[in-house]
């Protein structure tokens, strides 16, 4: 009789150490994949705010691209004719102005560029000077000319004339139109997050000549 009580004992004891090695180990398991699980949720979410970090940085890159745009236009005003070229900012942000130049004729040299804003200055008045027809002497001719200086932020929806020559509507305005399709400019930009956007340059603009 003491010798089955004593095996049921040891069987019993057994059979308890077995149930909770296995519910330990069971345990062991269930925390083991519940951790991998989470690790994987980590993983996903992590590689969501990327994905979502990225669409949100090429957003705001979008959002604020400049596009320069030039026009050559001529306007009737009261006393007198306007030959006009114009530059636009038609993006949807400012374009940091990196170089900008300005050539005349077929001359692959620039007369100059932003860094010396007053020598190229001078340069154009010097073409003006010389090429401009004699009537401009006898009677005024209005000159408006705007160099751009290095890292200029042109900013976005706003215009600006580059060179614009107002004569007397007496004037035949030929030989002004002539003189203004010579000279062409190159605007090299970015956007403010440092991104190049393509060069604009009006020798290879058809449609401003």
Same mark, same amino acid.
Do not use: W
């Given at each position: 009789?003491?010798?089955?009580?004593?095996?049921?004992?040891?069987?019993?004891?057994?059979?308890?150490?077995?149930?909770?090695?296995?519910?330990?180990?069971?345990?062991?398991?269930?925390?083991?994949?519940?951790?991998?699980?989470?690790?994987?949720?980590?993983?996903?979410?992590?590689?969501?705010?990327?994905?979502?970090?990225?669409?949100?940085?090429?957003?705001?890159?979008?959002?604020?691209?400049?596009?320069?745009?030039?026009?050559?236009?001529?306007?009737?005003?009261?006393?007198?004719?306007?030959?006009?070229?114009?530059?636009?900012?038609?993006?949807?942000?400012?374009?940091?102005?990196?170089?900008?130049?300005?050539? $005349? /004729? *077929?001359?692959?040299? #620039? &007369?100059?560029?932003? !860094? +010396?804003?007053?020598?190229?200055?001078?340069?154009?008045?010097?073409?003006?000077?010389?090429?401009?027809?004699?009537?401009?002497?006898?009677?005024?001719?209005?000159?408006?000319?705007?160099?751009?200086?290095?890292?200029?932020?042109?900013?976005?929806?706003?215009?600006?004339?580059?060179?614009?020559?107002?004569?007397?509507?007496?004037?035949?305005?030929?030989?002004?139109?002539?003189?203004?399709?010579?000279?062409?400019?190159?605007?090299?930009?970015?956007?403010? $997050? /440092? *991104?190049?956007?393509? #060069? &604009?340059?009006?020798? !290879? +603009?058809?449609?401003?000549?």
């Amino acid at each position: 009789m003491m010798d089955e009580a004593i095996t049921f004992i040891k069987e019993t004891c057994l059979n308890a150490n077995t149930i909770i090695a296995v519910a330990a180990l069971v345990i062991a398991s269930v925390t083991s994949i519940v951790s991998i699980y989470q690790s994987i949720l980590s993983r996903k979410q992590f590689d969501l705010n990327r994905e979502q970090s990225i669409l949100n940085r090429e957003h705001n890159r979008l959002s604020v691209k400049p596009n320069l745009t030039t026009a050559r236009f001529e306007d009737v005003l009261d006393t007198e004719y306007a030959i006009v070229i114009d530059i636009m900012n038609n993006g949807l942000g400012p374009a940091i102005i990196k170089d900008f130049k300005v050539f $005349y /004729g *077929e001359d692959k040299k #620039p &007369l100059g560029s932003g !860094d +010396d804003s007053r020598a190229l200055q001078a340069a154009i008045e010097n073409i003006l000077k010389k090429e401009l027809p004699e009537e401009c002497s006898s009677k005024k001719c209005g000159i408006t000319i705007n160099i751009f200086t290095k890292i200029y932020p042109f900013p976005s929806g706003e215009s600006k004339t580059l060179l614009g020559i107002a004569i007397d509507k007496s004037f035949d305005p030929t030989p002004y139109r002539a003189l203004m399709n010579k000279f062409h400019f190159k605007f090299e930009y970015e956007s403010m $997050y /440092g *991104e190049k956007i393509f #060069p &604009l340059d009006t020798r !290879d +603009d058809k449609a401003n000549r």
